[in-house]
């Protein structure tokens, strides 16, 4: 009957609007809150049809969705491991009762921002019990190859907040001027020392004590050569290199280095020859012999190694390593590497947080604290780098804001209540029309 048909149709629409009052409701409530992505209900007209003119009213049916691929703007922070993604993508996350579970199957759940601070065992985790997960790096800091289509590979990023770190020095510039007095006939022919700092595996401070000892010619002239002996202070002072250095004393090329020569003592101490192309020899050093690069300069260069008419002096002695340090502070930078960063100076790279991506993040299942899980009709996940693919990159200091406008909601709140209003008007009219139908009984 047609007039029963406008009186379910106008429930139909009271019970719709009292749904998107809903979606509206809670997107206002979480105007503040970091990471919330905003409901949506779209209405769709049903259709029953009409039968030899008359027509029956079908009323009105919902849909909601939460649009989580609308990101909120990003805010600015005080603190280096708050995180957002900029762009597509979600950071992989895992609950706290992982962790009590003892076992090394965490399970992933997806967000696009959280507040991660270390918690009394050092675990990235916000306030909430969302724990960070990421790829662990060697102890030399390369992330090895981990699968992209699982995430088998992730574990929970965990900070020793009390930790120590050295670097060992493995490469070594020895540049200095050698006076070219000093090897003319007559001159007093003193060995000239140098020492050297370095750190071992153990980042204990050792040195390598270099003497220079001029070569005199036994008629008036210059021999401008000089013999270039090392000793290693780890070693107890052994001999780890000894080099015979001639120097060009020709118009144009006059004070630069020409030829580097390995002496017998030197080969028998396990030295390496010297190459001219690059200036690199290499010596054995520390307890255990580890191979370090020392970079004297190369053939004719004049950038390293020089003899000229001068004072000796070390014109550039550097060296990479590092002593023991303390942790001071952890960073994350936008390619997802999560790097300790030590009062000496060295930076190590610790984990690296990969971005997952899938095909329709609209359906993901949606859970408490803006986190969410994968449906079926989310599609199969994939785990970039940041900033690589289809993917955004990770932003330190950052949190990303809610995705409500909220003049928006306000101006969709007015037209919901209209809307309801409207909808008891026509169930009202219904009323008064079956009223009139009593009636003409009487």
Known sequence: MTISSSLNAGVAGLAANANRLATISDNIANSSTYGYKRSQTDFHSMVIGSNRGTYSAGGVRITSMRMIDQPGALEATSNPTDLAVRGRGFLPVTQETALMSGTDDYPMYLATTGSFRTDANGFLRTSTGLVLLGWPADPDGAIPAYPRDTSDGLEPVQIQTNQFAAEPTTEITLGVNLPATETEFGAAGTALPLSVEYFDNLGTSQSINVTYTPTLPGAP?????????????????????????????TQGLGGTLDTVTLTAAGTAAGAGVWDPASGVLTVDVGPLGDTMSINIGAQNSGSIMTQLSDSFAPTAINKNGFPVGNLTSVEVDGNGMVSAVFDTGITRTLYQIPIVDLPNPNGLIALDNQIY??????????LWDAGDGPTGDVVGYALEGSATDIAGELTDLIQTQRAYSSNAKVIQTVDEMLQETTNIKR
């Open 373 to 382: 899980t994968l449906s079926s009709t989310s599609g199969s996940f994939f």
């Open 221 to 249: 002239g210059a021999s401008n050569t000089w013999t270039m002996t090392m000793r290693d202070s780890a070693q107890g002072g052994a001999l780890i290199g000894e080099y015979t250095l001639v120097f060009d004393a």
